[in-house]
């Protein structure tokens, strides 16, 4: 036999390993898929073409991510000369390799498991995300699961699969040289390119059914595809009108009765906010619920009783029913809150660069003498907190803040328990009371989030479950409101109470707008009337409606709307996630993807399902273009930042205008 007819061979039997790596992740990929399935269960109705999509699709991204997984193994193979390889400790050394291999995709696809149950969805946006903030999430995990255990089955699984598997892995080489093998790894390198550059994951993405089609992805695509889009620039990647034209319909939508521009520059929004009579300065308390989703309460159906104070003061409060989140992150719902705008893709401004100086919620306060704060129970450097709160008008006081030897009934990784939290919270409003000044605080709560461990005695549930720490956020939010109502500043400040985001964000929709449903309560007895609000509202309308009832006249750029100033029929919201960006109007939901794609639904407001609406209606489609375009435009061009004529006192309307809709 010739050595020319030898060469084949020898180079199949070097790169054999390949095969035994790419049958193992196609099992593992199938596994993985089995499992999601039941994780779903009716998410995925009983459809053998929904499986078949799932499982046929998801092979092919299983096939496709093995050319880049592989390349540790496909180097090996080059690297090692002919002699080291078909040595004993050659052989050794390809097992340990493999079996790593084989232990880290295990891991994965455990991991996959344990974030679908979180989100719904295969890896994305908020995996990369996380992946920042190392001590927080290894800290989560090791908090929440047995990790340890977990890795130490996953070893000893590997071990043992690779000893039970180890035909496929023996080191043949009956005579490749250097240069032959090198070929295989350009083919392979080429093959990588061509995957990278031909293959997106939204190819998988034509079911209708969004958790098919998360079945059909492939955990480590989607993290790195992912990664790829975190700074998704919008003129590039969606729909888009003439700058003009898009300005122009801006200036439209966000003009309300009590408002009118200070100038003819089509891009700028700049309007005076003019009501009857002062402003009433009283303080301000805001406090964004962890993962405070609607469908917790009684209110909406919940039969476990779980929040019994927040059922209670439905009834004493002004209470919106209707309120739709911009996004399933915390740093989502706090841009709303603070900044008043519709999410931009990628990532939210509260982490991007160029932040500082905006525009801000704290900006109106602070004119007008408050002091106003950003508390937090964890450590703000998370999500890059402190430094977005810092520049943009507000102190901030978090975990740091707390002396040794003060009292902590209780914590976790991503910090102290509620209770704590709001003892100093206090603090800063007695200290501004004491100093004489009106306060603004901005709280952000934590333990209504994995591991759901709170302190011992305070709810029945079982500690470290949801329906704990929900009972617990309920609790220590009652008790706050107690402490409170002690200090000689609680008639005089208004309790403003509502969510960052949802618990879930899963759905068989890509944006299912049940999860984005979250309460909303104002209270303060001496000033507000209890009252049931049904209209539609945007978390971006919270503030501007909050400044309303106050009676403030103020300099505005902000996005969002006084509620009770808003005409009917012109309610909107803007739920979205870090890349699909969705306009709520008139029982539409618009939503607008990168590679300038669009799709109109009409959702199912009880259980997050959708129908394509037809005939589109291609003004709504405009209108949602127009506002994500303008408000990406003005961050990226940096006139979202604060002006110094933003502090012009701004006189009252002329008297015989109506006081706010619940004030005396």
């Not at 390799?97 to 498991?113: H, P, R, T």
């Not at 047995?146 to 023996?170: E, H």
């Not at 039969?303 to 915390?330: C, E, W």
């Not at 003005?634 to 006192?649: A, C, Q």
Request: proline share 5%; glycine share 6%; net charge neutral.
């Amino acid at each position: 036999m010739s050595i020319a007819s030898q060469q084949p061979s020898a180079l199949r039997q070097r790169f054999r390993p390949l095969y035994w790596l790419a049958v193992s992740y196609a099992l593992i990929g199938m596994l993985t898929r089995i499992a999601l399935l039941f994780m779903v269960g009716g998410g995925v109705p009983h459809n053998p073409l929904y499986w078949t999509y799932a499982f046929g699709i998801g092979l092919v991204y299983d096939l496709i991510t093995f050319v880049y997984i592989a390349w540790p193994l496909v180097l090996f193979l080059w690297l090692t000369p002919q002699r080291a390889y078909v040595s004993r400790a050659g052989q050794w050394a390809l097992y340990l390799l493999a079996a790593v291999l084989l232990c880290w995709l295990m891991f994965v696809g455990a991991s996959e498991l344990v974030f679908w149950g979180e989100f719904g969805t295969r890896f994305n946006f908020i995996a990369v995300d996380y992946l920042v903030y190392t001590t927080e999430v290894i800290g989560n995990i090791r908090e929440s699961y047995p990790i340890g255990t977990w890795l130490s089955l996953l070893a000893l699984a590997s071990v043992v699969i690779v000893w039970l598997s180890k035909r496929g892995l023996r080191a043949s080489d009956s005579g490749t040289r250097f240069l032959q093998r090198a070929k295989v790894v350009l083919v392979w390198l080429v093959l990588t390119v061509i995957t990278a550059v031909a293959v997106k994951g939204t190819y998988k993405d034509r079911s209708d059914n969004a958790y098919v089609n998360e079945l059909a992805g492939n955990g480590i695509y989607e993290f790195v595809a992912a990664f790829r889009s975190s700074h998704l620039d919008y003129s590039r990647f969606y729909l888009t009108l003439p700058q003009e034209q898009a300005f122009s319909r801006v200036r439209d939508l966000v003009k309300t009765p009590e408002a009118t521009y200070v100038s003819d520059d089509p891009q700028d929004l700049t309007r005076e906010i003019r009501h009857a009579g002062p402003g009433k300065h009283l303080n301000v308390v805001l406090i964004s619920v962890e993962s405070l989703s609607a469908d917790f309460l009684k209110e909406f159906g919940n039969k476990k009783d779980i929040t019994p104070n927040l059922d209670a003061l439905t009834s004493q409060s002004m209470f919106f029913d209707h309120l739709y989140a911009n996004g399933t992150r915390t740093v989502r719902g706090l841009e709303a809150l603070s900044l008043s705008v519709p999410p931009t893709p990628g990532d939210s401004i509260v982490k991007a660069h160029n932040n500082e100086n905006l525009f801000s919620v704290a900006n109106v306060f602070n004119n007008r003498g408050y002091q106003s704060d950003f508390v937090y129970g964890g450590y703000g450097y998370f999500d890059n907190m402190n430094y977005f709160f810092s520049h943009n008008g507000y102190r901030t006081v978090d975990r740091n803040d707390i002396a040794k030897g003060e009292t902590i009934h209780h914590e976790n990784v991503w910090g102290v328990a509620d209770e704590d939290l709001y003892t100093l919270a206090l603090k800063q409003m007695d200290s501004a009371n004491a100093a004489g000044k009106p306060f603004f605080l901005h709280i952000m709560t934590t333990s209504n989030h994995r591991p759901f461990t709170v302190p011992a005695n305070r709810v029945p549930q079982k500690d470290g479950t949801r329906e704990a720490a929900v009972a617990y956020t309920d609790w220590s939010i009652a008790d706050f409101i107690k402490r409170a109502r002690s200090k000689p500043y609680f008639d005089d400040t208004v309790f403003v109470i509502t969510a960052d985001h949802c618990a879930s964000s899963a759905g068989r929709t890509s944006v299912p707008i049940n999860r984005y449903h979250i309460p909303l309560w104002i209270y303060a007895p001496k000033y507000i009337s209890p009252q049931r609000v049904t209209r539609q509202m945007s978390q971006i309308d919270i503030m501007p409606t909050v400044l309303g009832l106050l009676n403030f006249s103020y300099r505005s750029r902000f996005f969002g709307a006084d509620i009770f100033q808003l005409e009917p029929g012109r309610e909107r919201a803007f739920p979205a996630t870090y890349e699909k960006l969705g306009y709520l109007h008139d029982e539409a939901l618009s939503i607008l993807k990168p590679q300038r794609l669009f799709e109109q639904v009409r959702p199912d407001f009880d259980n997050g399902d959708a129908v394509p609406r037809t005939p589109i209606e291609q003004g709504q489609v405009d209108d949602a273009t127009a506002y994500y375009q303008t408000a990406a435009y003005l961050f990226k061009r940096g006139l979202m930042v604060k002006r110094p004529e933003d502090n012009t006192p701004v006189l009252p309307a002329a008297t015989g205008t109506t006081a706010p809709v619940g004030m005396p």
